[in-house]
């Protein structure tokens, strides 16, 4: 019997106007019956030009030099568009990153599962619906039928990409092509998806493409892992295999990026002073107001809190992870210490208290910096990089000799040519851009930087690099950090503490050694095992063993 | 500037619109100079004529030279177009920008009027104006300027509430930097930009929109050359000569289609990221 | 959509009619010269003056004239013509009858153009009709109704002689002359706000044919027909409501230079010819019917957009 797909010296380049770049070089991959293939790579490595090979949706200027893609022994290459149509969603399916934009907000989610199954089996849309609600409550939807009526709006991030799983397995394709399905989730999320998967996987004996940045996860929910490095599948192996015995260099490199909680790359935490840098005492940002109109009625809601009376403290030196999901309050908390959000209780700062924004002078603003998620929206886009690092030289002054050659310092700080002084930030790569935002930071001496997310936006060895870079920095100027992250086998590597916040409230803050012995709080747990680690370990998705079951959607503080 | 006409350059409605307003530029300064006639001399024997080697393009009820009449035109209607759009274009500037800054209910109050202003159709609002000033070219770029006023006003204040949110500008407030220094360096920069492009755009409606208000006799008044009077006062004789009405009708679409085709030119070519 | 978003969105349209009535009477009232002297002419005098203005209650302060007038406006009294002598809200009222006559088939033929045409350009983006459309639009959008006008008439009443030059006649006298009439008042509007919507119609369904949602539906397998039918068009035409009810303001400007050229008499005319005679209760009356009527459009075009547009919740 072939395998259900087999794609063999498969070759795709793109024309433009300065010679065709080659995306895809000699690709030769086969998934068997019942088998998940995990495909690993960085932006532009060509897994998503291959994804989008395999379901013939090129771009007018893709060129197909030679190669051949076979479905169960059929060649793709060759079919007229009418027949690639009627293969799509039957035969092979597919399963995209965001289901926030994949899904069309102006129809409901059971009309959207219901045409595939109308279009491709024939079936009534009476028949059609029937079917589609059986097929929701097959990915674990609650309340299925209510589910149906439903606006992509109306439901949750994994609510609907249980949708677009279902959407994918609704006329059992003998392949399904996974891009990054649990990227855009949050952390518990991703992991009840995951387990999802396995179980579908494991059911329907479908063949399974599993893309991913994320070396970690795919070890763990494919049978074999193909490593794509610039067009080129650099090594393939079994998924137990990738870890322990990998032979590519490029596999080997993204290896040692991976972050691996049980590798420490910081340092002893300080010894406690006595006096920690900063502190916040009971720190509550509510945010948004009331209408008038709303009050009138009688429906003057509870305003929103971003934060409710938190308090940490950050040690001189120290490295303080804060961790947590999206809209857990983590953000807020690092605009409220910069001044961007209003906020009630207190800041102390070296033992002086900071009531509120006009507390902060401009003493503090030097030592307290932040920098952000998205290099792109935090440099200004019509500025040089010149412009941007001598800013906060000429607000707090401290350089010594000319300001052009100061720049170069910082530049030169953070592993940057000096010539770089003349771009525009649009001329840079997504991790130069991060560290001119790192170096903008690191101009004024500070003696406390948040990272908001710096590295999320990142690839894995960029991240790994600019991660380096930070404790680098770290070392050479006794920075304390306040690095808030969602991704928790990175903090589990640098920070000397881990706060962990859910829903605006802080529900733990241990000592990393605590955290590795067993965190105490049921969310802290939760969101540890969610996570794929490494090599191995605890966490295993193993294929074809049942999900422990969902998680409960609330915890207890 | 060299840089922003090259990137003009590369799409054809840049390099199209850029050409047909440089060309219009021209002939507002060096037109009345390269007039073949007197605009004004009347030529009883040469009435309502069509081109010809000595009125390349015709002459009117007057015997005037039409060519001359547009060139010496031009002033007076894209001039003026200009003049009313730069008008309208600042105060809405500043009542967008103010209305940004204040925020809350003041930013709400202000908002909520300027789209109960801008409910009175320009056309309208421009007539009412118009009406309460005076028939004349300056009260009818009066009018036109305060009847753009609140469009630009709208698109000031979400673009600069864009701007606001961006982290850039919260690095710099972060970073302690003064207000004026986040509004000068920061947000100034990247707000221009769209407003630019969007009075380009407005730019083409006001030569439209001033050409009608002369055309329906409450803009420029006789004998000026002004583009929309020649077409009304051509109407009362296309019978005999339809070149009256043809060459100020063209001149008109030419420089709105211009200054239509440099604004969408200019959206491409100000976007830093391209 | 909530019963606190309608309120909300009456209370937002009660605000913008009690400005527009502002501007009117602010723009119209403080004219320079007043109505006595219009009214009895340059040599009236001082006596016959005072008497005028006592009758029209000019002597009053200006906000208690406001406040006179718009109580009349909200029983339907808009004041007497001072160039007739008639009662103006009746004689505006039929005028704008005869505007929404034009104003409707306007849109109903500017939409029979405009959408095929931005869907084809859409669909065959960067494609000879696409280019065509795109260029075509350019001149539309150029062009000054009066301008167009006059054009359309020297071509089909003049030289073809297919059509009449101007006038009007009622619907209820001579049907087919009727519309015989309306027919390039129509064509003249509809010019800029086809080269406008088709523009819009093209923009907004290139953007939403390359949104996620839209490569999912070919992904599944659906056929390009319902990829676009049921997918695209569904999504890129919602805006078109609020696009097509913010250019019946470019429309109302429209319509009434193309009443003056056509010699139809709408309530733009009314509005010219009132102007001219400095009429003042006939100018506010005129301005205040049109803002309001473009006021209820736009208030009509939200709510509803917001009733079919399932993903915004309103407050």
């Known amino acids: 019997m072939p395998p259900v797909l087999e794609i063999s010296n498969y070759t795709l380049d793109y024309a433009s106007p300065r010679g065709d770049a080659r995306a895809l070089d000699a690709i030769d991959l086969a998934i068997g019956r019942g088998e998940a293939l995990g495909l690993v790579g960085e932006s532009g490595s060509g897994k998503t030009s291959l994804a989008w090979a395999i379901m013939r949706y090129l771009p007018g200027n893709a060129r197909e030099p030679g190669g051949s893609i076979k479905l169960s022994g059929e060649e793709l290459t060759t079919k007229t568009p009418a027949e690639i149509a009627a293969l799509r969603g039957r035969r092979i399916g597919m399963v995209f990153q965001d289901p926030g934009t994949s899904l069309n907000p102006t129809l409901p989610l059971g009309e959207q599962l219901a045409e595939v199954l109308v279009r491709h089996r024939a079936l009534t849309r009476r028949q059609a619906w029937a079917e589609g609600e059986a097929m929701f409550a097959r990915v674990g939807l609650k309340q299925p039928a209510q589910m149906m009526r439903r606006y992509p709006h109306e439901a949750s991030g994994g609510e609907k990409q249980r949708v677009v799983i279902a959407t994918a397995f609704a006329c059992n394709p003998e392949c399904i092509l996974f891009d990054e399905p649990t990227t855009a989730l949050d952390v518990i999320t991703a992991r009840q998806i995951l387990d999802l998967f396995a179980e579908l996987q494991a059911e329907t004996s479908v063949a399974s493409l599993y893309i991913s940045h994320d070396l970690a996860l795919v070890a763990q929910v494919a049978h074999r892992v193909a490593v794509i490095h610039r067009g080129r599948i650099v090594e393939q192996r079994t998924a137990a295999g990738i870890f322990t015995n990998p032979r590519n260099d490029y596999t080997k490199r993204l290896i040692a990026a991976v972050p691996d909680p049980g590798r420490r790359l910081s340092g002893a935490a300080p010894i406690p002073s006595g006096v920690p840098l900063v502190e916040a005492r009971a720190v509550s940002v509510h945010y948004g107001r009331t209408s008038r109109l709303a009050t009138f009625f009688g429906r003057a809601r509870e305003r929103v809190v971003g934060n409710r009376a938190v308090s940490l403290s950050v040690d001189p030196g120290e490295i303080l992870g804060i961790v947590g999901e999206s809209g857990s309050g983590k953000s807020t908390l690092a605009k409220a210490l910069t001044g961007l959000n209003p906020f009630t209780g207190e800041i102390r700062f070296d033992g002086r208290r900071i009531g509120g924004i006009a507390d902060m002078d401009k003493a503090y603003r030097r030592n307290v910096q932040i920098v952000f998620q998205h290099p792109d929206a935090s440099l200004n886009p019509r500025q040089r990089i010149a412009e941007i690092l001598s800013r906060p030289l000429a607000l707090y002054g401290g350089q010594d000799g000319p300001r052009d050659m100061a720049v170069a310092r910082l530049l030169e700080q953070v592993h940057l040519p000096a010539d770089y002084a003349r771009r525009y930030p649009h001329e840079l790569s997504g991790g130069e851009k991060q560290r001119v935002a790192i170096a903008r930071a690191f101009a004024s001496k500070p003696r406390l930087v948040i990272c908001d997310e710096i590295t999320s936006a990142l690839d894995v060895s960029v991240q790994a690099s600019v991660v380096e870079l930070l404790l680098d920095l770290q070392r050479r100027h006794g920075t304390a950090y306040l690095f808030i992250t969602h991704d928790i086998n990175l903090v589990r590597q640098i920070a000397h503490r881990i706060a962990v916040m859910y829903r605006g409230d802080l529900v733990e803050l241990l000592d990393i050694e605590q955290l590795e012995a067993g965190p105490r709080h049921r969310y802290t747990r939760a969101l540890i095992e969610a996570v794929p680690r490494p090599v191995g370990g605890t966490t295993n998705i193993t294929i074809g063993r049942h999900s422990p079951g969902p998680i409960p959607g609330g915890f207890d503080k | 500037m060299i840089e922003l006409i090259r990137r003009l350059l590369r799409t054809p409605q840049g390099a199209l619109g850029l050409s047909i307003v440089a060309l219009v530029l021209v002939l507002i300064l060096v037109g009345p100079l390269a007039a073949p006639h007197d605009p004004d ?50 105060v809405g500037a500043v009542v967008g920008t103010l209305s940004a800054f204040l925020g809350g209910r003041a930013d709400e109050a202000i908002m909520r009027t300027v789209d109960a202003v801008m409910s009175i159709p320009s056309l309208l609002f421009a007539l009412l104006i118009a009406n309460l000033l005076g028939k004349s070219s300056v009260d009818a770029v009066m009018a036109i300027g305060i009847a753009f006023a609140p469009g630009m006003a709208r698109i000031t204040r979400s673009v600069a509430l864009t701007v606001r949110k961006q982290d850039y500008v919260h690095a710099a407030i972060a970073r302690g930097e003064g207000g004026a220094y986040i509004v000068l360096r920061e947000m100034l920069p990247n707000v221009v930009a769209p407003i630019i492009v969007e009075a380009t755009l407005r730019i083409a409606f006001a030569v439209m929109l001033f050409a009608t208000l002369s055309f329906l006799g409450l803009g420029a008044q006789p004998p000026a050359s002004e583009w929309g009077l020649m077409v009304a006062e051509a109407r009362r004789f296309m019978h005999l000569s339809p070149w009256m009405i043809l060459w100020p009708s063209l001149a008109i679409a030419l420089v709105a289609i211009g200054f239509n085709l440099l604004g969408d030119g200019l959206r491409d070519a100000l976007n830093p990221r391209t | 959509m909530s019963l606190s978003y309608l309120l909300k969105r009456c209370g937002l349209t009660a605000y913008t009619l009690i400005v527009v009535s502002l501007i009117v009477f602010a723009v119209t009232q403080v004219l320079p010269g007043d109505a006595a002297t219009m009214l009895l002419g340059e040599n009236a005098t001082p006596a016959a003056l005072a008497a005028v203005r006592d009758r029209l209650g000019l002597d009053a302060p200006i906000w208690v004239q406001y406040g006179h007038w718009l109580g009349g406006v909200l029983q339907g009294d808009f004041g007497t013509s001072l160039r007739t002598g008639q009662a103006v809200g009746p004689v505006m009222v039929e005028a704008l009858g005869r505007s929404l006559l034009l104003a409707v088939l306007a849109i109903g033929f500017m939409l029979s153009l405009a959408l095929p045409l931005g869907i084809l350009a859409a669909v065959r983006r960067g494609r000879a009709a696409d280019l065509l459309v795109g260029f075509v639009s350019y001149i539309g959008v150029s062009l000054p109704e009066f301008v167009t006008a006059t054009l359309f008439g020297l071509l089909f009443a003049d030289w073809l002689q297919w059509l009449p030059a101007t006038g009007y006649v009622p619907m209820t006298e001579n049907p087919a002359s009727s519309l015989a009439h309306l027919v390039l008042p129509v064509l003249t509007v509809s010019v800029m706000l086809i080269a406008h919507v088709s523009r819009m119609v093209r923009s907004e369904l290139v953007d939403v044919l390359h949104t996620d949602y839209i490569r999912a539906a070919r992904l599944k397998g659906l056929s390009a027909r319902a990829v676009l039918l049921k997918h695209g068009l569904r999504n890129a035409l919602l805006p078109t409501i609020t696009i097509v009810a913010l250019d019946v303001g470019y429309l109302l400007g429209g319509v009434i230079v193309v009443e003056e050229i056509f010699a139809l008499p709408g309530i733009g005319r009314q509005l010219i010819v009132a102007i001219e005679a400095r009429d003042l209760p006939a100018i506010q009356a005129g301005a205040l019917i049109m803002a309001a009527t473009y006021s209820v459009v736009n208030f009509a075009a939200d709510v509803a957009y917001a009733w079919l547009d399932k993903r915004i919740q309103y407050d």
């Open chain 2, 41 to 90: 001399t009347m030529a009883p024997l040469v009435r309502y004529k069509g081109p010809s080697p000595a009125y390349w393009l015709g002459t009117d009820q007057y015997g005037r030279d039409i060519l001359s009449r547009l060139l010496y035109g031009a002033r007076a209607t894209v001039v003026m177009a200009f003049l009313a759009t730069a008008l309208g274009s600042i």
